[in-house]
Every structure is written in C-alpha cells, then in structure tokens.
C-alpha cells in the first residue's frame, strides 16, 4: 500500500498541511504512548465535527484490548436506538493484535491486518481517525507511517510533556528528545524512504486548567520552544470537564448536544467546550474534501532527514 505515497522532503521539518490526494482518504492519527491523555474522547468528537461538515469519515481502532474508541461507538449506536436518533456514525473497524508467538510473523500478522482495515476506509471516507494505544506497539508504529496528519494529545502535565523531551528542572531548558519525539522522528524518516509526504504533526495541550497557574505558564514557555526543536505545530486542546465523562455512557459529543433533544442539559459551560472542539478542528487545518486534486509534486533530491539535536 506504500506504493500510493508521494514525494517527501525533509521529514525533521515542520510542514504546512499537505493537500488532500485525489480518491484517497486524508489520515489523521491520534497517537501518544500515554495512556489517559485523552486519546479516544478527541477522536469522536473530531470524526463528529468533520461529519457534520457533510465529510465521510472512518475510524480504526488500534487498541482492541481495552476497545475504548470501539465502545464509545457501541454506546452511541445503543443511545440512538434508545431514543429513536439519527446520529451520525463513522464507519469503523477495530484491529486486534496478533496471537502468533513468533515476532517477526506476529508483526507481519498485524501489518496485513492493518492493511486489511485501512485500504477500505481509504477509499469510501474523506478522512480516516486511527485511535492508538497508549504504549509503544508495532501496529501504533505502522499507523504512525500513514499519518497525514499526527495529533498527539497532551496533559498539562511535565509528566506527560517527558515523553516529549527531558527538561532541566533548574532552567526549564530542553536537555534532549525523548522516548516519544524519538519515534516520530523514526516513523517520519521511515515514510520519507518509503516516498512518503511530509506529515503535519500537531500537540494539542489537552485538560488545560482555567486558572492561570504557574504550572500552566512553565508548560507553554517549553512546549513552544519544543515546537521548534523538533517540529510540531502547538494547538488548544480540551479543558478538564466532567461532562467528557459523562458523555462516553451514552456514546454523546458536546456537538450532540442541544436544547431539549433528551440527553444532558446544555449549559453556558457546554457551549464554550463546544467552542474548543471547534477550534481544535480549524487549527488541524485539514484539507477540505471537496479540494480539488493538487498537481503532481516534481521530483526533489533525496533529503537525509537530520535526527533532533541531542544537546
């Protein structure tokens, strides 16, 4: 399936989004090795903004284990029957990991099962959300090289933010990449060889607290000074409400929500978290699906990617 990418320059670079391909989907992978940051709440509810822009949208989920992406679309379809709504509903597949004991079979095993999920999604959706595990996994890695698009989110957290780099906890300065950062940087060399574009990789600063704590102020000094050290865009993530909690029982997004449709009461407070969904898509700047073809890319020479400054 490699064989549908186009040329790529420098993966280490930060790039604006690239235009949609003509008759394939636009991949936009929701990934971090953390789990709890966030990761399937944000992928309903983009899959459900971009729905309701009229885009056909699919969604993979890579972490049939725990299945959470998986039983927020079961609770949804549940929800609707109960009510007798017509939500919209992504196509969605989950893919299971290999059962075979051997690695390099049990990886080929995931590859094609991938593969298998993927290549339709492609072509019936304008935009496919892969949902992946929050640990390092080989199907999370091959999903990595299709992305378009990365969106990593992140907790407000110098926790989470270590998976991004080591900081000096005296200066705040950037010691070096971490284990996370060094990854992408592999699976963006990776599509490079392969032929692939360059991705647009996105971290959104999710569960941001209202107050103007120091925490908060410290994290953004450093999260935009990585930006430019290793090559992502920085956008508004979601704030930490209960209502995202609430929702995922009856399988609802704040876009769900209006007056007097049965479900939770819509509040001020819901309106303006509706605002962030919102303005989460339009900083993703994805490529609208009704884009015309982009003109084929001329051939540039080969660009060895430079790995992240270590100092």
């Given at each position: 399936?490699?064989?549908?990418?186009?040329?790529?320059?420098?993966?280490?670079?930060?790039q604006?989004?690239?235009?949609?391909v003509?008759?394939?989907?636009?991949?936009?992978?929701?990934?971090?090795?953390?789990?709890?940051?966030?990761k399937?709440?944000?992928?309903?509810?983009?899959?459900?903004?971009?729905?309701g822009?009229?885009?056909?949208?699919?969604?993979?989920?890579?972490?049939?284990?725990?299945?959470?992406?998986?039983?927020?679309l079961?609770?949804?379809?549940?929800?609707?029957?109960?009510?007798?709504?017509?939500?919209?509903?992504?196509?969605?597949?989950?893919?299971?990991?290999s059962?075979?004991?051997?690695?390099?079979?049990?990886?080929?095993?995931?590859?094609?099962?991938?593969?298998?999920?993927?290549?339709?999604?492609?072509?019936?959706?304008?935009?496919?959300?892969?949902?992946t595990?929050?640990?390092?996994?080989?199907?999370?890695?091959?999903a990595?090289v299709w992305?378009?698009?990365?969106?990593?989110?992140?907790?407000?957290?110098?926790?989470d933010?270590?998976?991004?780099?080591?900081?000096?906890?005296?200066?705040l300065?950037?010691v070096?990449?971490?284990?996370y950062?060094?990854?992408?940087?592999?699976?963006?060399?990776?599509?490079?060889?392969?032929?692939?574009?360059?991705?647009?990789?996105?971290?959104?600063?999710?569960?941001?607290?209202?107050?103007?704590?120091?925490?908060?102020?410290?994290?953004g000094?450093?999260?935009?000074?990585?930006?430019?050290?290793?090559?992502?865009r920085?956008?508004?993530?979601?704030?930490?409400?209960v209502?995202?909690?609430?929702?995922f029982?009856?399988?609802?997004t704040?876009?769900?929500?209006?007056?007097?449709?049965?479900?939770?009461?819509?509040?001020?407070?819901?309106?303006?978290?509706?605002?962030?969904?919102?303005?989460?898509?339009?900083a993703l700047?994805?490529?609208?699906?009704?884009?015309?073809?982009?003109?084929?890319?001329?051939?540039?020479?080969?660009a060895?990617?430079?790995r992240?400054?270590?100092?």
């Open positions: 399936m490699t064989g549908s990418f186009q040329a790529a320059a420098n993966p280490s670079i930060v604006t989004q690239a235009a949609r003509q008759g394939r989907a636009h991949v936009l992978v929701i990934g971090n090795e953390k789990g709890g940051s966030g399937s709440t944000t992928a309903l509810h983009i899959a459900v903004a971009l729905m822009d009229g885009s056909r949208v699919a969604t993979l989920d890579l972490d049939a284990r725990q299945g959470t992406l998986g039983r927020y079961e609770n949804r379809t549940a929800y609707a029957a109960r009510k007798g709504l017509d939500l919209p509903m992504p196509i969605h597949a989950a893919v299971p990991l059962t075979l004991s051997d690695r390099m079979a049990a990886e080929a095993d995931e590859k094609a099962r991938f593969e298998a999920a993927l290549g339709p999604a492609l072509a019936a959706a304008d935009f496919v959300i892969v949902d595990p929050g640990s390092d996994t080989y199907l999370s890695r091959t990595h992305a378009d698009t990365l969106l990593t989110p992140l907790n407000d957290s110098f926790i933010l270590d998976l991004l780099a080591r900081i000096d906890p005296e200066t300065k950037i070096r990449p971490s284990i950062a060094e990854a992408v940087w592999k699976q963006r060399q990776l599509r490079a060889i392969q032929g692939g574009r360059p991705v647009d990789w996105v971290v959104m600063r999710n569960r941001l607290s209202s107050l103007a704590a120091r925490n908060k102020r410290d994290m000094t450093v999260i935009e000074a990585l930006a430019k050290r290793i090559g992502f920085v956008a508004a993530g979601l704030s930490e409400r209502i995202y909690k609430e929702l029982l009856s399988g609802l704040l876009l769900d929500l209006k007056r007097g449709s049965g479900g939770p009461s819509l509040t001020l407070s819901h309106i303006a978290a509706r605002q962030e969904v919102r303005d989460l898509v339009a700047n994805l490529p609208p699906a009704t884009a015309a073809a982009p003109e084929a890319a001329p051939v540039t020479e080969p060895t990617p430079a992240p400054p270590a100092g």
